[in-house]
């Protein structure tokens, strides 16, 4: 599987952004799908996961009730909503996918990596 995310660019404090995350191959539903994020310095984090089907997602408590995950099977998919931005959410965003079902915030999970999409939101 390979993936590539776009979508990040620079943003406002309070504002939104939205990225997305192609993947390749015929076997995308067979995979839980899951967002990170890394500041230069510092270990990657998890920010948000979904199952196979969209059926189950998990988020970080520091993106819950701003950032939404979720999938289109269809169009090999996977989407990062990001609302009310902040400075402390500015890292590198990847897209990362894992041979299981359910989604996962343990990185270590995960097979198939992005390269990333840089997100700089401006206070």
């Known amino acids: 599987v390979q993936l590539v995310e776009s979508g990040g660019g620079l943003v406002q404090a309070g504002g939104s952004l939205r990225l997305y995350c192609a993947a390749s191959?015929?076997?995308?539903?067979?995979?839980?799908m899951g967002w990170f994020r890394q500041v230069p310095g510092k270990e990657r984090e998890f920010v948000a996961a979904i199952s196979w089907n969209g059926g189950s997602t998990n988020y970080a408590d520091s993106v819950k009730g701003r950032f939404t995950i979720s999938r289109d099977n269809a169009k090999n998919t996977v989407y990062l909503q990001m609302n009310s931005l902040q400075p402390e959410d500015t890292a590198v965003y990847y897209c990362?996918?894992?041979?299981?079902?359910?989604?996962?915030?343990?990185?270590?999970?995960?097979?198939?990596w992005g390269r990333g999409t840089q997100v700089t939101v401006s206070s």
């Open positions: 990362a996918a894992a041979t299981l079902l359910q989604p996962t915030g343990w990185s270590s999970n995960y097979n198939y």
């Open positions: 191959g015929r076997t995308f539903r067979s995979y839980a």
